[in-house]
């Protein structure tokens, strides 16, 4: 273990911050903040990692696959807390999306230590999902050797699921044992070992852009807005009527109309103010566009 350790990145002492204990507090903060600017350009090196990433996530959610996170500790709860905000984001359904971490839910607020060494763990877990080929597996650790993440690639590889690494140290276990490996390298954390620091901001970047761009290209947005919403309680229907009338341009009452008329169907209501149609004749475009609407709106083949 103890040479496991000195060989990753994420584990050694950072020359940067070895004297932070004698510093002020601003100095610490500043320091804190200089070490942060390292992660976006280390996430920056390894975006055709996640472009491959994200197109295999498009595809498994296209064939009715699910995106599963698993991980243990830090890596465990930004899977979770990714997972978590899909639904109320981008409208998706229930399990569409879902976040596993290594002791189950209440390691969430209280640490499980043990149950990261277990990879027996990782492989029941999938289980219980009754995972399928159609699914997308992602294993995250910081380390890239953590064992519940490790025994749940290669159960997810026996069943012919893909599996995507993301690991904050290169060449790592996970990524060797996945089919698609993510491993921007932040360096040594601020505090040696401390990877909720760099490690985790990391983490959270790269989760982000996997879960954002999978749904652009589902055509949850349309330019830059949530457009993939069924408004279903008072702040949501405001919501969805702002949203109509900075997609089209009308006013809060036509706004409201086409709402109305589109049984408060977000991309509907938009797209017969854009071009004109009725619902039914909305619908069957937007249908023929795999619900893309930029692309229902342009008449695109």
């Known amino acids: 273990m103890l040479q496991d350790l000195a060989r990753l990145t994420s584990e050694g002492r950072n020359p940067d911050t070895l004297h932070i204990d004698r510093q002020s507090t601003l100095e610490i903060l500043t320091t804190i903040n200089r070490q942060d600017q390292q992660v976006p350009e280390a996430v920056a090196r390894v975006l055709p990692a996640i472009t491959t990433a994200v ?121 060797q044992a996945a089919d698609i490996a993510i491993e921007p390298e932040v360096g040594p954390e601020v505090i040696t070992g401390s990877t909720r620091l760099k490690s985790g901001t990391a983490q959270k970047l790269v989760l982000n852009m996997l879960t954002t761009a999978s749904m652009i290209r589902l055509g949850k947005v349309y330019q830059n807005l949530m457009v993939d919403l069924h408004a279903s309680n008072l702040k949501l229907q405001a919501r969805a009527q702002r949203i109509v009338m900075q997609a089209t341009g009308v006013d809060e009452k036509d706004a409201a109309r086409a709402l109305s008329q589109a049984d408060n169907d977000v991309k509907l209501a938009i797209l017969m103010l854009l071009s004109g149609l009725g619902k039914a004749e909305a619908r069957t475009r937007l249908a023929q566009h795999q619900g893309v609407l930029g692309k229902a709106v342009e008449g695109e083949d």
């Open 55 to 175: 197109d295999t996530i498009v595809a498994a959610f296209r064939r009715g696959g699910r995106l599963i996170y698993m991980g243990a500790g830090t890596s465990g709860r930004l899977g979770v807390l990714d997972a978590s905000e899909c639904p109320p984001t981008f409208s998706v359904p229930e399990g569409m999306v879902v976040g596993l971490i290594a002791g189950g839910p209440q390691a969430m607020f209280r640490a499980q230590e043990g149950a990261e060494d277990n990879e027996q763990l990782g492989a029941q877990d999938l289980q219980q999902l009754e995972l399928s080929a159609d699914d997308v597996v992602v294993g995250i650790a910081a380390s890239g050797r953590t064992p519940y993440v490790l025994g749940g690639l290669h159960y997810a590889r026996s069943l012919g699921a893909t599996t995507v690494a993301l690991a904050c140290n290169g060449g790592s276990a996970i990524g």
